[in-house]
């Protein structure tokens, strides 16, 4: 199992990026998909999350109506538009997935992309 995660770098406050996870290795349509963020000095938390089939998210009030996660099942890939961006947003963001049974453990993880927003 691979995700491959693409798309960070620097940018200043109030603009966007969009990030990318390629999976490969596995049923990617059976996977919830979610994207977690790192800041330095603290804990991973999840900011984004996906159902399988895409018909349901959930955000982290942190980045709700700024962000908005997405999936092309067919490219079994998952995206992260982020908007708005803020200093605070700053972090090393991953992609990561959930097989069946949901909810027990993220099973599978990329290896990072690092997002830079200078004030």
């Known amino acids: 199992v691979q995700l491959q995660a693409s798309g960070g770098g620097l940018v200043q406050t109030g603009g966007s990026l969009r990030l990318s996870c390629a999976a490969s290795?596995?049923?990617?349509?059976?996977?919830?998909m979610g994207w977690f963020r790192q800041a330095p000095g603290k804990e991973r938390d999840l900011v984004a999350r996906i159902s399988a089939s895409g018909d349901s998210t959930f955000y982290d009030r942190s980045v709700k109506g700024r962000f908005t996660i997405s999936r092309d099942n067919a490219k079994s890939t998952v995206y992260l538009q982020m908007n708005s961006l803020k200093p605070e947003d700053t972090g090393v963001y991953y992609c990561?997935?959930?097989?069946?049974?949901?909810?027990?453990?993220?099973?599978?993880w990329g290896q990072g992309t690092q997002v830079t927003v200078s004030s």
């Open positions: 990561a997935g959930d097989g069946p049974p949901y909810g027990v453990s993220w099973d599978a």
């Open positions: 290795g596995l049923t990617f349509s059976r996977f919830d």
